[in-house]
Structure formats: C-alpha cells, structure tokens
C-alpha cells in the first residue's frame, strides 16, 4: 500500500511464448478490478489499483489472468455483477443520543467491467421517519436516490443518517438490484436519562444548589426526582424536557442542619435511574467582637501559664527524687545492665532501662541549668539589699533627728535580711 487505498505490485512474465497483444486482468476478493495491455519486448508490467476502504484488519487477495484478445477487440469480460449479494452496516446499533451517520456498503455478486454499465441500487426501510439514505460526506453528501455502483467496482458505498427513537426500535435495511433483494438490521435505542449531577456539591444550608440532567428524547418526557432525606434537601417531585441536552433550570432547598449531613439525590425515567450526592454544612457562627475575642485569648494565656506553673513543680518534684542520681550512678546501672543481659533479662529491655535513665539525666541536667537562675536571681536580690543598705545609712545621715524612720527602715531591713535568709537556705537546699 503507497498511498490511502492505493496498492502498487507488479506482473512478471516466464517462459518463451510471446505474449505481445495479450491482455492481463486483475481483480481481489473485493470485486476491484484493472486490465492492462501487453506492450512489445515487455517481460513485467507495472500494476497500480485501488483496494476498498476498511474498518477493520482484513486480506486482499489479487488475481492476475492472460487472455489471449485480438487488439482491436474490447476486453473480455469476466463473471460481471447482475445482481445484489450483500449489504452490510459498520455498526448495527447507536444511541438516540448519538444518533447520526452509520456507514453502509452494498456488494454485487460480480465486477463491472469497463464496458459494463452501471447498476442502480434501490435503498429502503421500514421505518423511513428514523432513518434517511445518503452519500457519503467525501462525496459530497445529499440525498443518495439513485444509488449507482460504476464501471470497475463491485461494491458501493452509502450512509444512514438516524433520528432518535421513543422506544427501542430495528430498522430494517435492504437493498435491491438485479430483481435480488438483501436486507440487514440496526438497532436505534430510544431516548433516556444520560446524566444528573448537583452544583455545587457541596453546599450550606439555607442555599440552593442547581441541577443538571441530561436527556436524549424528541418528544416531551418527565423525570422523576426524589431525595433520601427531604428533611435535610428537597427537590421537585417531577420534571419535564422537551428537547435534547443539558438543563440547569432546577434547584435544591436546603434545610436546616446541626453537622455536615450527606444526601443522595435520585433522577429516573423508565427503568434508568440516575444518582448523585449533595453534603449539607451548617452555616458559620456569627463573628465575635474584638473585646470577646482579646478576653478568650488573655484566658487561653492564663490556662497556659498555669499549666507551665505546673509542670515546674513536677519538674522539681521528680529533681527532688532524682538528686542523687548523677552519671557515675548511670555508668554503674550500665554495668549491672551489662551483668543482667547474660542471666534472664533480654537485650531489649536492657536498651528501654538504659533509654530511660539518659532520658532522666537529661532532665536533671535540665533542673540544674533551672536552679543556676535561681543563684542569679538570689545574687539580684543581694544585690538590692546592699542598696538598701546603703540608702539606709545616707538616710542616717540626712535625718539624725528622725529616730521613728530609722526605726520603720530599720523594721524594713531586718524583713528583707529574714527573706533574703529563707531565700538563700531554699537555694542552698535545692
């Protein structure tokens, strides 16, 4: 094959008979035919021939004869057609729906020559209001009445525009030529239910989402709608088309909900039933005020500092039971670890012990690193007493006579010497 449906081969002569005025046909098992003359001294002849337009993998069989023809005489015809033999459909059933051109081929019981005349094909049906004939769109569409097979063809070619049907429904097509009729059947589906969807599928409350149905019909029909919660979403009980597509003239009402609900939404005609899911949300609560909103997080602060508060303490708690426990401690649990591992105690809970008591080190590590800004905040206070201290003897100084403020400074500093004791023995005992 070079090119489309182009073949291209080639004749080759054997043997010493001249063969110089003799005429060579070839055809294939699909009825296409060519002849060639026998040229002088020519020992092969070049063979370009047209093969039919398929739809599905098939082979060709070409056939090469000699025959013996005075030059001046036309060629000898071989079987030629009288009659029909088949007629064929590329598909045998379509959708309403879809419904449009369905490509056809009729077959003669010959071939024509190229002196033999065209045969007329007369195409009918039973039910004309479904189906139409027509040529084919590469040549040139329109009615197809009358429908010739030419000179060199066996087989000719035509297509069945449909139109959608209320009921399922054969047509039957035939064919006639030769006063032999063939006929072959297709099936046209009638119309039905294609899709239905909601937008947006998602969707709160009080609102009212779309939906769209599609349907293929040609006359008018009514879908069914229902719902598996109407408390929740509710549609119309019924809807109508009149023509084919999609239709987003219809809506859901929402209801009231207190959580995310989800509802399936049911279309159906005839025995097609359609489905889709809607989710339902409550709508938001009203926005609080800038006052509200500082007070829950001032309150939300607060519950964090006291949880903060008490883990120090636990912190300290467990410091307090763990004081003792220092890296030797460690090292010396390791061993006894290492000792344990070759009597009954697996390796695993040897590595879990030895886990937890790193993990316990490193919080007392952690309490320490605490107790070091306590000495710190200690040093701070001892450093105020000293200024106070010192403010006490300039006071001295500056009012010898009053004798009741030294006394109430005097008073002041005996209680920060007494809290700056307790402070100091609480550190020291930590």
Known sequence: VISGNVVKGTITFTGPAPFEGMTVYVDNNHGYFESYRVRPMQSSIPVIMS????????????????????????????????????????????????????????????????????????????????VSFERQPADGGGPIDPFFIGQLHRDGYFCVRCRPATDDTVVVITATAGGVSRSCGLLIEAAGLQGFSVFPNLAVAGTQPGLSIQMCTAVNVTIALSSSDPNVASVPPTVRFSTNGWFNN????????????????????????????????????????????????????????????????????????????????????????????????????????????EADAGRIRTLEGQLAEADKRIEKLEAAAQALLAEQARAAENEKDSGAALEELRAQFASMSVLFNHLRGSGLAR
């Open 250 to 357: 219809w809506s859901v009402r929402l209801h009231p909900v207190d959580r995310p609900t989800t509802v399936t939404l049911f279309a159906s005609y005839k025995d097609k039933i359609k489905t889709t899911q809607l989710t339902v949300v409550p709508p938001l609560p009203p926005a609080y005020s800038v006052q509200e909103f500082l007070v829950g997080r001032i309150g939300s602060a607060e519950a964090r500092l006291s949880a903060a508060e008490a883990a120090v303490n636990e912190l300290t708690a467990r410091a307090a039971m763990h004081e003792r426990l220092s890296e030797s401690d460690i090292a010396a649990a390791r061993e006894r670890l290492a000792r344990l591992e070759k009597t009954s105690v697996t390796p695993e809970y040897v590595d879990k012990r030895t886990a937890a008591l």
């Open 51 to 130: 093969s039919p337009m398929v739809s599905s993998t098939q082979t060709l069989i070409y056939t090469a004869q000699l025959r013996v023809t005075n030059k001046l005489e036309k060629p000898v015809e071989i079987d030629p057609a009288s009659a029909v033999e088949n007629i064929s459909l590329a598909q045998t059933t379509v959708s309403s729906c879809s419904a449009d051109l369905v490509w056809g081929t009729v077959s003669l019981d010959g071939w024509l020559g190229s002196s033999s005349p065209s045969v007329q094909v007369t195409l009918t049906s039973d039910h004309p209001e479904l």
